[in-house]
């Protein structure tokens, strides 16, 4: 019978269990018993990456909202080009310790990549703050869906002032993808009263998982 070992803990803003666990070679992030992200079910963030990366300018600028376990980020650094500058908003520094720390062989190098900056803080800061520096792509995977999980200051970017802020970041052409567990038909209404396009796309899990149980709520800027 092979172990779950608990590598590191740590609690959440909101004071919930944050776990980062290894089973059979895998890792696991759970917070408030509650299965966050692995690094076998990967396929959505990877998607939400290409999605994102399909029309982006010359020397772009990309945000993208939650570090996870790095699988988002890798895939966008393989896309853009060597003069892209990709800032990664972490609101937990435990992450980004973690990443150093356990799962450096996974994707933890890619934080020593020249073209990522990172931010240790709430994405609704640099969103909220960009000024005229604005972005080419948005990738926000900050919790589980847009009824929070990792902390409750999270439902305001899911909210209409929060999403009037994000369209006002993008750059014109700009595009915001949200990261999603579940689908969430109110959530995707509230998109279209702000942005003239949005697409709602099903996405699995991982590459041979027989249902799409994630969803991805893409979103442009005029």
Avoid at 186 to 211: G, N
């Amino acid at each position: 019978m092979k172990v779950t070992t608990t590598l590191a803990t740590s609690r959440t803003p909101d004071g919930a269990l944050l776990l980062l666990q290894e089973h059979d070679g895998q890792h696991y992030l759970k917070v408030g018993g509650v299965q966050l992200m692995s690094t076998n079910a990967s396929s959505s963030e990877q998607m939400m990456a290409e999605i994102s990366c399909s029309s982006l300018r010359p020397k772009p600028r990309i945000l993208i909202g939650g570090l996870g376990f790095g699988f988002t980020l890798k895939r966008v650094l393989e896309l853009v080009p060597q003069d892209a500058i990709v800032e990664v908003a972490e609101l937990l520094p435990e992450i980004v310790q973690w990443n150093r720390e356990f799962l450096r062989e996974v994707n933890g190098r890619l934080l020593d990549d020249p073209r990522v900056v990172i931010r240790l803080g709430d994405v609704f800061d640099p969103i909220s703050r960009c000024g005229k520096d604005r972005y080419d792509a948005i990738l926000l995977d900050v919790d589980n869906s847009p009824d929070p999980l990792v902390q409750k200051g999270n439902a305001r970017l899911y909210q209409r002032r929060g999403l009037e802020l994000v369209k006002s970041a993008l750059n014109p052409k700009g595009r915001v993808v949200y990261w999603s567990a579940n689908r969430d038909d109110d959530f995707a209404h509230s998109l279209k009263r702000v942005f003239a396009k949005v697409d709602c796309i099903s996405a699995k899990a991982y590459p041979k998982a027989k249902r799409f149980t994630h969803t991805l709520f893409v979103a442009d800027r005029e």
